[in-house]
Structures are given as structure tokens and as C-alpha cells.
């Protein structure tokens, strides 16, 4: 994804003998990992909607959780309003949770409005807080008001084990009120913190059957989905989980994903703010064994210029087909969504989908389609794609224009209706430069056509699908989601704890694709915290999110531009185009890029990576 605010940033020309200078704290040596429990995923926080009257939460008042005219809920009718009176005062709502000791990752959540008659731009007059036992995770206050609810997402990992207080506490001064409403807590767990013996990434070669029908309006789809897969692990497969991701966009009251009548297995129950479905196996599926699951489904698309949403007549349709998690050394990764990034970590698999629309709506689509008449003023499109992570598609009145790249990559952009033929003929001139310009360093493109659906809404800037991206007007931001067909699309990775892997590289990439050398790439460099670093994962994004694009995408980048003026232009272009040849199709850690490095030559990089805060 290409984040539109990093876009301008500036990050140019401290030398790198600056960083140097950056002392970082010694890390302790580890102690022997003790034995612990395995994590059973769960959402630990009860009547997290307020839907099911006040309990377990206590209240400093009975008004605070409540249904009443003044304020909405952010799904279902009840919420919790602290404060909003005007005058001295304070409100409280706090409940006790207990985060199991087997999973490594928690993680709160909760949805936050706030409206205020405070005209300063800053002084915090009035506060909220959001702690967890004694530890203050948060503080807002009339400075962050916004028209309606955000998602606040809050890492609380290092209380795993514990039975301790969530509380929020919201404090108004003598004058000027400002409401704080808070909806949808959930606080999740996932993880095994003690690994399984067996670290091979599972389940393999997933293979992708989807059958959907849409209403007139490209709005609402439903048929069914199946997943067939091999467990590749030694250790026997009991379970699989579905993610669910785009139910991010909903409430576990009001999903944007259904899956329903589930066969090949038993449907358990919703995690991770039910963007994950368990689905137990009749029998434990041994190594190299085989199994298909079966469900109906149903998609939702809500409003809004999103990566998943409809923004008027055109549909985004993006994360909306449940894929398979991953099970490695670190046990089931159902890590959360994150809307500053992605969390999409999946292996390569095959997808057919079959989508049946009306013949009014164009149905740009991972993969290569073909189009055939359905019923009366109807058309099915069938979209065949291998060896891809995902699979997207927009649906709707655009304006289509084609084209051929010098290399033979057929190219597609679909526009909305407000982008002018010339900005249309200038994103389809770029999409041929970019995929030739990556494709000759790292490798073919093997995916046969590529779709850029182009829409100058996107808040997001653009989003990258496996031949598949949506994007504004811009040579910049399409060169970039082009370049993530290779850096995240072949050679994947965990997006969501190691997102370097697939922006940074990707950003350096379009730098090349651009004639960009990186020279005088640092200016004005600043660490946040000693903690702050390149490889960090996004659970400390979401925490810092105002740094993600800054360090991830600009110091990642610039550290990459450092290791090629240090390794030699002909050797960093040997190293990355090796390394992708190494990992096509496959997974891409931090260890393994950095061993590479390390191979390509004769000096010692460890103060290279500690330098650049590159860890892992």
C-alpha cells in the first residue's frame, strides 16, 4: 500500500555516519523458554457492544452505559458515554480480563468518538484514558475530536498471563463540554508463545473454488467457496482457520462476510474481532494428506472510497474472500487488521472464481478473465489465477482503456467516471514502464494481464492485489504498487510483522524504476525511541501510527539505497534479483534477506544492520 501523507515527506541527506552515532540499548540475554500453554485464540472481553445490558462492567454512573438520544452506537443501539456535561466531572468504566499465558499477541480494540465545544487547538482541557491494571495504554482528549467513530488499536502483549483491570476514565474541566463515546471493545488473543517442534509453513498449496452472484448493483454477493489444501507439517492438522478480513469493516453484530453451512469440517467459533473462523477437521490430517472445506458466503461491500467499499456506482472488492491462515514455528498467525497496513499473510494458492453480474458493470479481476453471457442482461466472468496470494476485484460503470507493454504484460485501466481520458492514458503509459522497469530487475511477470483500477478518493493513496491494484493519479504511487507484484505478491512475506520486507523494498524499487539513486537519501533523520526501529512489526505501528510511513517506507528505502552504494551497484543487483529468484512463490524473512546481504560480500555488515536499525 502506498500511504498518500508519506508521499511528501521529505527524508533526504544526513550522512549515514549519524545514525551511527544512535545508541541503542543492549539487548539482555534471553533466559531458556519455560513450557506454556497453547494459545486457544478467544476474545477476552465480555459485552464488549454493550448490547447485553451493563455486566461485567462497572460504571461510575448508570448513564454512562446507555442507549439514550445525544450520541449513536457505533453498531447495534448501546454505547458508553463518559462525560459530555459541561462541567467538573468524571466518568469511569472499567472491567476485569484475564489474557491467557499461552498466546504471544494481545491486542485491544475499541471504537472512539469524540465531540467537543472546546474551540482551543491546543490545550488538552479534557481527557480520556485507557489503562490496563496500573499501566496507562492511552490518552485522548478534545484535541483528537472527529466527526465520527475510529478504530484505536492498543498492543497489550506484555500482560499475558494476568487477571487486570481495563479501564477508561474520562475527565472534563469547569467549562465546554466534550462527550467521549466509546463502542465494540474487544480485546484478542493469538499465538502460541512456545512454538510447535515443527516450523514448515501449513497449510500448502491451497487451492481457491468460488461461485458468486451480485445484485444490480455490484453491492452484495453470495454463492459459495471452497478450500482445498495439504497439510505439509510433520505435526497432524486438527484445525484450520479462515480469515475473515473485511468483517474489520462491520461489527460481529452486522459482518460484511458470512460463512454459513460449512462442510469438510465443524465451524467453531469467531476470534480476532470475528475476522477469523475455526474449522475443525473430522480427522487430523497427517503430513502430506489432503482435505477440501465447503461454505456459502456472502459479501456486503459497505460505503466509502476504500480498498473494500463503494465509492458511488464502483465497487472495491478487496480481502473479501476468506483464505486460509498460516500455522508455522510460531503457531497460528491470526494477527489482527490493521487499517495503517496490511496483516495479509498467505501462501501462494490457486483461485478460480466465477462471478455473475450484470452485463452493466465491468469486473476488473486478479488473474486472466474471460467473459461469457449469462441470463438476460447478464454476463459471468471467470477469473483463473496461479500461484497468488489473494484475489480482488472492482465491479462498475468504469471507463476501460488497454494496452501491451514492450515485454508483452497486457495492461487494463479502469476508471471511474471523474478521470479525465488523459490521466487515463498517462496511468496506462506508467503501468507499461513500471512492470517492465520491475520485471528486469527481479524476474517475468508471470501473471499474465495486469488491472489498475484508477479512482482519486482512495484515502489510502493505493492498495496492491496480485494483478490486481487500485490506485489515484500518480506516476509515483502506480510505479510503487506495480513494484509490490514482486515484493509481497512473488516474494512474500508476514505483512504484518515484518511489513519492511514488502514497503521498504518496494519503495527502493520505485525509486529505480524512476531513475531515483537514494543520493543524500537521509535529511533530517530522527529516532523516535530507542524502540523504534525499521523491522518493526505492525502491532507497533498501530501504537505509533503518525511514524509508520516515515520510518517503514522512507528509512527502510534509504537503508536499502546504503546497502547498495555499500555492496556496489552490480552486486545489489545481482543480490535482489538472486533473492527473488530464491523465494518466487515462497516466503521472505528478515534472517534469510540478511544472510543474503552477508553472502554477497566480504565485509562484516552487523554495524550495517545495527546501524539501520534493521533487526531480526
Known amino acids: 500500500m ?7 515527506i521529505a527524508l533526504r541527506a544526513l550522512a549515514v555516519a549519524a545514525l551511527a552515532a544512535v545508541s541503542l540499548p543492549a539487548t539482555p540475554a534471553a533466559a531458556a523458554p519455560s513450557a506454556a500453554a497453547a494459545c486457544t485464540p478467544a476474545q477476552v472481553v465480555t459485552n464488549g457492544g454493550f448490547e447485553s445490558g451493563t455486566s461485567p462492567w462497572t460504571q461510575s454512573s448508570t448513564s454512562v452505559i446507555t442507549s439514550r438520544s445525544g450520541q449513536t452506537a457505533h453498531g447495534g443501539t448501546s454505547y458508553a458515554w463518559l462525560d459530555g456535561t459541561g462541567g467538573t466531572h468524571t466518568d469511569t468504566l472499567s472491567q476485569s480480563v484475564t489474557i491467557p499465558s499461552g ?4 491486542t485491544l480494540s475499541f471504537w472512539l468518538h469524540i465531540d467537543t465545544t472546546e474551540t482551543t487547538s491546543s490545550v488538552a482541557y479534557d481527557k480520556l484514558t485507557a489503562k490496563i491494571g496500573s499501566t496507562t495504554l492511552a490518552t485522548y482528549s478534545n484535541l483528537d475530536k472527529n466527526a465520527g467513530y475510529v478504530k484505536k488499536t492498543l498492543d497489550v502483549s506484555a500482560f499475558a498471563g494476568q487477571t487486570v483491570s481495563l479501564a477508561f476514565t474520562g475527565s472534563e474541566d469547569s467549562s465546554l463540554q466534550t462527550s467521549f463515546v466509546l463502542d465494540d471493545i474487544a480485546l484478542d488473543t493469538s499465538g502460541d508463545s512456545t512454538p510447535p517442534a515443527d516450523s514448515t509453513r501449513t497449510p500448502a498449496t491451497p487451492s481457491y473454488t468460488v461461485s458468486l452472484s451480485s445484485n444490480t448493483s455490484g453491492t452484495v454477493w453470495t454463492g459459495h467457496e471452497s478450500a482445498t489444501f495439504t497439510n505439509a507439517s510433520s505435526t497432524a492438522l486438527s484445525e484450520v482457520y479462515l480469515r475473515l478480513w473485511d468483517n474489520y469493516h462491520g461489527t460481529c453484530d452486522a459482518m460484511p462476510i458470512t460463512v454459513t453451512n460449512v462442510t469438510g469440517g465443524t465451524a467453531g467459533s469467531l476470534s480476532v474481532a470475528c475476522t477469523a473462523l475455526q474449522v475443525t477437521l473430522p480427522t487430523p490430517l497427517a503430513q502430506g494428506q489432503s482435505a477440501t472445506i465447503g461454505f456459502d458466503l456472502g459479501i456486503t461491500v459497505p460505503s466509502g472510497a476504500d480498498r473494500f467499499g463503494h465509492d458511488g456506482a464502483f465497487n472495491n472488492i478487496g480481502n473479501a ?13 491470526l494477527d489482527p487488521y490493521t487499517n495503517n497496513g496490511e496483516s495479509f499473510y498467505s501462501l501462494a494458492a490457486d483461485f ?3 462471478l455473475d453480474h450484470p452485463s452493466a458493470l465491468l469486473v476488473p479481476a486478479t488473474g486472466t478473465s474471460t467473459d461469457t453471457p449469462g441470463s438476460s442482461g447478464r454476463t459471468v466472468t471467470t477469473a483463473t489465477a496461479s500461484k497468488v496470494r489473494d484475489f480482488a476485484w472492482a465491479a462498475g460503470p468504469f471507463n476501460k482503456i488497454s494496452g501491451t507493454s514492450a515485454a508483452g ?4 485501466i479502469y476508471s471511474v467516471s471523474d478521470i479525465s481520458s488523459s490521466d487515463a492514458q498517462s496511468m496506462l503509459s506508467t503501468a507499461k514502464s513500471a512492470v517492465d522497469a520491475h520485471a528486469a530487475r527481479f524476474g517475468a511477470y508471470p501473471y499474465g494481464e495486469l488491472d489498475a483500477v484508477i479512482d482519486n478518493n482512495y484515502w489510502f493513496g493505493g492498495m496492491e492485489y496480485p494483478g490486481f491494484v487500485l490506485d489515484l493519479v500518480s506516476t509515483t504511487a502506480l510505479t510503487h504498487e506495480i513494484g509490490h507484484q514482486w515484493w509481497y505478491g512473488i516474494v512474500g512475506d508476514d505483512e504484518y510483522n515484518s511489513p519492511w520486507l514488502d514497503e521498504a523494498f518496494t519503495d527502493y524499487a520505485t525509486d529505480l524504476a ?27 505501528w498501530d501504537a505509533h501510527s503518525s511514524r509508520y510511513s516515515t520510518v517503514v517506507y ?21 543480490l535482489l534479483r538472486d533473492y527473488a529468484t530464491s523465494h518466487w512463490y515462497g516466503v521472505s524473512t528478515t534472517a534469510e534477506f540478511k544472510a543474503a546481504a552477508q553472502a554477497a560480500t566480504a565485509t562484516d555488515l552487523t554495524s550495517f544492520w545495527s546501524t539501520h536499525r534493521i533487526d531480526g
Open 321 to 333: 474472500l476468506p483464505v486460509l491462515a498460516v500455522k508455522d514455528g510460531s503457531g497460528w498467525h
Open 514 to 540: 524512476l531513475g531515483k539513486t537514494g543520493t543524500n537519501c537521509w535529511n533530517s533523520v530522527s529516532w523516535a525511541s530507542s524502540a523504534e526501529k525499521i523491522t518493526n512489526s505492525m502491532a507497533y
Open 554 to 574: 522512507g528509512y527502510g528505502k534509504c537503508a536499502l539505497h546504503d546497502l547498495r552504494r555499500l555492496l556496489g551497484d552490480t552486486a545489489m543487483t545481482k
Open 352 to 354: 478460480k472464481v466465477t
Open 2 to 8: 502506498r500511504r498518500t501523507p508519506h508521499r511528501s
Open 409 to 412: 504484460t497486457a495492461i487494463n
Open 103 to 106: 498466546c504471544s499477541t494481545a
